[in-house]
């Protein structure tokens, strides 16, 4: 951490962020997993997540949990990320890139609309 | 891989596996010397001086989903086709730190790629663990800069705001990707 004067910007943003998640109230629980194993990372997970996250941050959506898992054993569709989506069944796509990836952010996280493409059967 | 950011993001992976608690990582860029070293430092759970020597064979994994590992041994050819290498450091139930080094100028050395989206990736991802990034850079004319980053600061000022709230998110780029911008001016990747 650079300065203080940062950490004191951060104070803000945090009450802004307080203020928002008040007023618009996130669509129930909702959890984007991206997989970054050795493979995930290689075929261009991180890109995957850089555009998760960049969705999450130009569409100010808010309660949204992103975390990771390592290989889940199908190499060959990675790059790889599951929704799930409040207390409905995980879904897992492949080949994630980042057009997908935000295809899948705006039609499944914030619209509660599983996509039909790129599902894998797990 | 491509760039040694997703390296460092790999093996970071393998510091979070281990279960470790913190999990330092090192960017020297040392212009002067003509050299690039990385490292991920963990207090994870470590290996033992067999299981040392074995991950260093592409043909070793503990994972079981599949049969090869080959993160540490892509990192080790990247580094030793730059003449440089790989140090290993483990010890059973302490952590493990692994370093890669580089001849900065080497023709075959991949470029250090996105650290910024790295270091972003890692701290939204695993929040319960405490983070410290520290990217050096020594110019040729002696200058150095320095952007150092320690978590802890960030998340106790956060209190129970995640990381992930879009406000949040859009600070800890903004001030990542400023202060990396500001370290190298001249520094041509």
Same mark, same amino acid.
């Given at each position: 951490?650079?300065?203080?004067?940062?950490?004191?910007?951060?104070?803000?943003?945090?009450?802004?962020?307080?203020?928002?998640?008040?007023?618009?109230?996130?669509?129930?629980?909702?959890?984007?997993?991206?997989?970054?194993?050795?493979?995930?990372?290689?075929?261009?997970?991180?890109?995957?997540?850089?555009?998760?996250?960049?969705?999450?941050?130009?569409?100010?959506?808010?309660?949204?949990?992103?975390?990771?898992?390592?290989?889940?054993?199908?190499?060959?569709?990675?790059?790889?990320?599951?929704?799930?989506?409040?207390?409905?069944?995980?879904?897992?796509?492949?080949?994630?890139?980042?057009?997908?990836?935000?295809?899948?952010?705006?039609?499944?996280?914030?619209?509660?609309?599983?996509?039909?493409?790129?599902?894998?059967?797990? | 891989?491509?760039?040694?950011?997703?390296?460092?993001?790999?093996?970071?992976?393998?510091?979070?596996?281990?279960?470790?608690?913190?999990?330092?990582?090192?960017?020297?860029?040392?212009?002067?010397?003509?050299?690039?070293?990385?490292?991920?430092?963990?207090?994870?759970?470590?290996?033992?001086?067999?299981?040392?020597?074995?991950?260093?064979?592409?043909?070793?994994?503990?994972?079981?989903?599949?049969?090869?590992?080959?993160?540490?041994?892509?990192?080790?050819?990247?580094?030793?086709?730059?003449?440089? &290498?790989?140090?290993? +450091?483990?010890?059973?139930?302490? %952590?493990?730190?692994? /370093?890669? !080094?580089?001849?900065? #100028?080497? $023709?075959?050395?991949?470029?250090?790629?996105?650290?910024?989206?790295?270091?972003?990736?890692?701290?939204?991802?695993?929040?319960?663990?405490?983070? &410290?990034?520290?990217? +050096?850079?020594?110019?040729?004319? %002696?200058?150095?800069? /320095?952007? !150092?980053?320690?978590? #802890?600061? $960030?998340?106790?000022?956060?209190?129970?705001?995640?990381?992930?709230?879009?406000?949040?998110?859009?600070?800890?780029?903004?001030?990542?990707?400023? &202060?990396?911008?500001?370290?190298?001016?001249?520094?041509?990747?």
């Amino acid at each position: 951490m650079p300065a203080i004067k940062s950490l004191e910007e951060l104070k803000r943003v945090r009450e802004e962020a307080l203020a928002k998640k008040q007023m618009k109230a996130a669509p129930g629980n909702v959890q984007v997993i991206v997989a970054m194993g050795t493979c995930g990372i290689a075929a261009g997970a991180r890109d995957t997540m850089k555009s998760v996250l960049s969705y999450i941050e130009t569409q100010n959506l808010s309660g949204v949990t992103v975390t990771q898992t390592g290989c889940i054993g199908m190499c060959e569709q990675e790059p790889i990320l599951q929704v799930i989506f409040g207390d409905q069944a995980k879904v897992t796509y492949g080949k994630v890139n980042t057009e997908v990836a935000e295809q899948i952010m705006r039609q499944h996280v914030q619209g509660g609309m599983p996509l039909k493409d790129h599902v894998l059967p797990i | 891989m491509r760039e040694i950011a997703l390296h460092l993001l790999d093996i970071a992976e393998n510091s979070v596996a281990a279960e470790s608690r913190n999990i330092r990582m090192d960017v020297m860029e040392d212009l002067h010397r003509d050299r690039l070293t990385v490292s991920v430092v963990d207090d994870g759970r470590g290996m033992s001086a067999e299981t040392a020597k074995q991950v260093l064979n592409p043909f070793y994994t503990t994972r079981t989903t599949r049969k090869v590992g080959l993160g540490i041994p892509l990192l080790k050819l990247a580094a030793e086709q730059t003449e440089g &290498e790989l140090t290993l +450091q483990t010890e059973k139930g302490k %952590g493990t730190r692994i /370093e890669a !080094a580089f001849k900065h #100028s080497h $023709i075959d050395r991949m470029p250090l790629g996105d650290i910024g989206t790295t270091v972003l990736t890692l701290l939204v991802s695993y929040p319960h663990i405490h983070w &410290e990034f520290c990217y +050096q850079v020594k110019h040729k004319n %002696g200058e150095e800069k /320095e952007f !150092a980053l320690d978590d #802890s600061e $960030i998340k106790s000022t956060l209190g129970d705001v995640p990381l992930t709230e879009p406000d949040v998110l859009r600070f800890l780029r903004g001030m990542i990707e400023e &202060e990396i911008k500001s370290l190298a001016p001249q520094s041509v990747f």
